[in-house]
């Protein structure tokens, strides 16, 4: 057990609709990292926030949200999704700003999306 | 662009063999390298990590080896067990200031009993 908490685990959804994908970081870590695994591709960045403040930006599609609530916990808004976006979606939490500081960097378990 | 590659989608060795995972980079100006190991409906968790200015990094079974003007790391596992069997992933990050971890598309390692 990571410590990081991911909800939900599944979801299935129609294309069009819109979802929000939660991430407990562990507790006292600041950084909280979003990841999309799909199927041809690996895992891609996609936004990292630090203590409630965007932090770094990856390959995140406009129609791609993320935000850090004071008690550092992170969600995703993907909307009007498309069958494209269907993935495993992963949150990663550090307590450093930097992630490529291996050990300190802790993934959740994966929220799988799959859009039909 | 696939700035990280692992060309080999899956590898089956024999418990007790060498587990030999490859891994090929084009950004020059990435300078430090991390293997991650995924289990079935598990998040990825950290391996082993090499810096630019070493050439190798051992940790127990676990060996990873960095040639830099082939831009091309390795990662050995010996003995192989069949508790090794997972996704592995290899990824790479640039300098400070720049950090964004980019990975691999993973390779599919099974070791038979």
């Known amino acids: 057990d990571s410590g990081v908490t991911q909800t939900p685990k599944h979801l299935i959804t129609a294309t069009g609709q819109r979802v929000t994908l939660r991430c407990s970081p562990r507790s006292g870590d600041l950084s909280v990292y979003w990841y999309q695994q799909s199927l041809d591709q690996g895992l891609q960045f996609l936004i990292q926030y630090y203590n409630g403040e965007e932090r770094a930006k990856g390959n995140i599609l406009e129609r791609f949200s993320a935000q850090q609530f004071p008690d550092l916990h992170s969600e995703l808004n993907l909307s009007s999704l498309e069958l494209g976006d269907s993935a495993l979606y992963f949150c990663?939490?550090?307590?450093?700003?930097?992630?490529?500081?291996?050990?300190?960097?802790?993934f959740g378990q994966g929220t799988r999306l799959t859009v039909v | 662009d696939q700035q990280v590659k692992q060309n080999s989608p899956s590898l089956s060795v024999q418990e007790g063999r060498i587990s030999i995972l490859n891994c090929d980079y084009t950004?020059?100006?990435?300078?430090?390298f991390l293997w991650y190991k995924k289990y079935p409906a598990e998040g990825p968790t950290f391996l082993i990590s090499i810096s630019s200015i070493k050439d190798k990094n051992e940790d127990g079974r676990f060996t990873v080896f960095l040639n830099k003007s082939a831009k091309h790391l390795s990662l050995h596992i010996v003995p192989s067990q069949p508790g090794d069997s997972a996704v592995y992933f290899c990824?790479?990050?640039?300098?400070?200031?720049?950090?964004?971890?980019?990975f691999g598309k993973g390779m599919k390692l099974t070791v038979n009993p």
């Open positions: 950004n020059s100006m990435f300078d430090y």
């Open positions: 990824a790479a990050v640039g300098a400070r200031g720049s950090e964004k971890l980019v």
């Open positions: 990663a939490s550090s307590a450093r700003q930097e992630i490529w500081l291996d050990t300190e960097a802790f």
